[in-house]
């Protein structure tokens, strides 16, 4: 079948994340971008267009446009979905629009601004039949995915306890004060939302817990800090977690962690075993036994299951990276969206691609932790 | 100056903690074993004697025996101090009756049953003006001694957030049932005192934030937990904490998760950068920058700290463990108790071993992470 | 501009590398694939470029085919360079072909089947005027890069000793004897020339001694091994090197150390300190110090050299990978091309991929190891 | 039984070794010192006396004093044996004199000064019938032992290949011209011998090669390099190796290998998986299978080898280090001594310590090293 037609909202000049979408869109040779809404202003959209030889009559001044335009197209030309890139206040009306004309959608993370936003969005992701791709990136690596298989076969046993840490130190200092895109969204509640570090990298930790275990956060107690001065969203935080099936957790989510990277970390322990998974050597699982060797495997070994082979490009030991993850999710989607294009059965290892539900309980989880943080109760009620 | 001649109470046939006291103490060549009751039972006590090729004269069927006689021998043959190595029950009483009795005192961790003993101990410490050494072993490693002089020194300007696990898996089953000794007493409340993973490693974790920020706990919010059925002290469990001077952290200690074996870690970040150390590397001490290369610090090099150094035996690259740390706790109290005989002032770097001070610290540690347990508030003062 | 138009050759079903070679080249958005001969059977071409969704009328039936087809397109449309991704000995012959019909080459390593045709494709290569770049991938890892400036700018003093190893093990057993395909060539010396883990990985193990070192090989002293029987190209190997300034070198490459990946790793030793990469941790590179503390470099931070940067798409913490590494090579050189077409100049760190050059040295290497190997005597010169 | 009695010969002031012979002997408990001739300068060997707290009847001038007047004390007092740990020219005589008067001896590495000086050793030792032991440390690690069971036990199959890197830095400059104690005598062929890497530390990675793979080398290749200008033994060195089994080989052994500690790796290759261990990471033997994940063996656990296990001293994490492998070798020495006293046999595994075997033929490698590292021919046969 064609390449699946891609446009883009937002990832204007200097935009970290849309980049890497596009990357990820491209490198499978699945899809081609046709069009794109790159910026708020027509120019700056323009200049964007240009940079990524596209059409200029593609290239339009605001996504309104774009779904109008495209959607009047003929049906051999005009986009097949769009990959929705701009900051979290203007993700739920350009997913809304395209849901209602007709239009698949990729959206970055935190799904919404709140919560409420969330729900509807899911209705309408619902009433519109089109397939919905949340892009948290990290359940898209090989090794998360083959440690959502070993719980699930019952390699660890019943699941006892989980911890996660997300650990930045890119904010450490008051950044938003200079001309730092990233930092002045991020930081500011009337664009980021009702939580900073909690819901940029909080929301991923949390993601990663019910992903790879299969349970359900019942209960949190959270401890949020702002602890650079003048900040007005957390930049800190820690999160008591309990799980459906009684397991317990804890989530750590920091950007003052001054001198750390990116190094998402997970650990899950079961009566059997455990295991752990470090964003520093994302081709790695451990497996922890208690009276066995330690075992490490490894991304692009035959010992794998078929969804983390399936997730994989290159033989072991040549390392695949982020974007690749990131890529895993835009071809899973791709591959659904053609086969419904086709008039096909997605197979069952396409879908495994994070959605609307995972995004309602990202923003669920937004709420009820600064809920949480701002409360003298101890536990509350994980309530979606 | 002449060896110290040492005492043991505990650590008969089996015990674990009883053989590396002895090994700590001897392999300076600081301290010899003279005496010993070592175990509850005569005969038992009387066998490890033998092993020990003491003299049979000097195998006690009691402690009280034991600091009764060696009291009565002649100066020149007497032993100068008592290690305790017993169960947590059995630790205030010799300790009390070796202080009164002009004996100094090496004490295994936690330091009493509850607090109640550990106010006690601290006043017949002080009144006794003999050194206590209380082992918590994990100050002693030298890479934590210069973890200690970097937060000193301002390295990472005000700290900001402190993570410690300390993860064992050991308990994931209820091995108490079994006849193994170290998990029976351990999980037995009236041997252990009130709390289990909690006292046996938690207090470790606990003592190793403080020793290494210079901070003091203020406020904690505990989620203790009974993993194991039919268990009746906690065997896992994470404590949020604030520090005097606002900073936050967490607390993590268990024995249920599977496959792991004592990688003790503990992470501490200020507003300039941040330090890492985990046990299962001890003799590196990573320290992490934003706009520079982590560093990784090697012991044995010539650029540590002088009490770093004053704490190593080996060149860069010959890796010292657990027992050397163990030693230099031993070997820093041996210096102190001969200087004290000899008359002389002990030097600062002598007087760098855990004391009195920590072990009251260690018990309200466990009495208010009991406390908040149970509790449904969410803070709770830390109180001593 | 607009995008480069890639013609393949080679990389038709069960081709590993060819599938590298289109995801890397498409990745970064410079280039799109638009036509191909991807296999000399017409049949399994013709399925390729349906699988890549090719204009049908642009899948050729042979390269000759393709090169005379699409020289007779229009300059709008026809192809601007080649991708050869074929087995060793049919390297040459449509490189060469491709050349001199005014069509840039990028062609996978080793370059030839002997030095022989390796000195003609240079002379080839020189007269055309035109791009040729052969993928070494590892010298497109950031990290790599950065190794060879830190060497470059003096931080580690006169260069003293190399040590490299390429480990692999996957050729353990005779898998030549089943229907793998990757073994079958690459140990058949018609196909894949005097040389078999020599020339399939040790030119990779030697091309980076030199682009790290910016040194020469001068002598060397090889022990080539056969170690499972009835292979008919060594599996194993070790080559003691002198290079051009008096420095000494190990270089290691096997395909038989059952149980390593892919795990290539150089350390580069100099007056001042050395350095240290490993491919399975791609974005670090360590720095050490005779006095001061080890440094980890990292990928995507601010420190590293401009050329290190303009290398890498993710911010630190973010892994990149193989994939990414081979888009660097694709990427520059489109780069290259691309300006060539406007009638501008590339950017000097544009012109960083290995080129023609690379390729002779890199033959001559297979020629003067196999002779080192069946040769009694100890120091060979290194004779281009 | 009683502890047994050392004396010392060499390890006075500043001599690094000597503190590590004491320590690894008395942690154990097994063994005491009870004199020395700790210098050839008797007003240095009272000094060193006095801080070890020895009997100064007993702190004697010289060796030949030691042990004539040693001698003549009463069986119940008199050494039992005597730790040579002088410089290489100092082993040979002190050895001979000991062993010739009953005593049994410890010597450090390497042997003697000569191969012609260690045949004779080995006739002596031979016809003294008392325990030698030569302190080649890391075949003291538990899991070097684990590495050798798991080899003897056919786990790897046929051994085809192995690597052995013993890497230093600390003789990058030419610190002989400083006061340098260690650096003086081991650059100085009068004192040191024919070789100077290859004897210091080339021997332990040799000794290493054949104790983990039950194999002797037949041949080598050897570039031995004076990097160091005026330095008159050499500091740097790659020997190609072939093995009985016809397996291959490759050591280096470097001290100029700037930033580099005493890293000691080898790794193991056979025809079902390979092994690597690292001084770095002693506690840690990794097993590598070509179709199955890689496992990290542990000391401390229960999967252990008996041999490893009797070799430890503690649980799984809690590391062990340099010290602790040498005192392995003091423990089953003094075990094997303790038999013969009490007339009875020792058991297998406290044989298990370098001997009279392994120290001959360490010196034959430094001899057929330094051999063919003049000689023009590439291959030369191993010859004792």
Redesign the interface.
Known sequence: ???LRMGMIGGGPGA?IG??H??AA????EIE?VCGAFSSDPQKSKQSGEQ??LDPQRVYGSYEEMIQKEKALDENKRMDFVSIVTPNHLHFAPAKLALNNGFHVVLDKPMTFDLKEAKELQKIVEASGKYFCLTHTYTGYPMIKEARQQVKNGR?GEI??I?V?Y????L??FLEASQNKQASWRTDPSKSGKAGAMGDIGTHAFNLTEYISGLSVTKI?A?L?I?VKGRKLDD?G?V?LKFNNGA?G?L?A?Q????????LTI?V??????LEWK?????SLL????????????A????LSDIAKHNT????????????AFANHYRNFALCVKASIEGKQPKAEWLDFPGIEDGVRGMAFIENVIESGN?????MEFVV
Chains 1, 2, 3, 4 share one sequence.
Not at 300 to 303: F, M, Q
Request: one cysteine or more.
């Open positions: 079948m064609r390449k970290f980049a890497i596009r990357t491209l490198m499978d040779g971008l990524l030889n660890l006892r306890k911890f840490n650990p930045q130190g890119w450490s200092n107690c401890d800090n602890v800190d820690a008591l317990s804890v750590m920091s003052i962690m001054a001198g750390e990277e990116n190094n650990q322990y079961g009566e059997k075993g455990g964003h520093a050597d994302p081709n497996l922890k036994w208690p009276d066995d060797p330690m075992q490490t495997l490894r692009g070994t035959g010992y490009r290159t033989p072991s030991g040549h390392p695949e990276g982020f974007i690749e409360s003298e109760k101890k536990w």
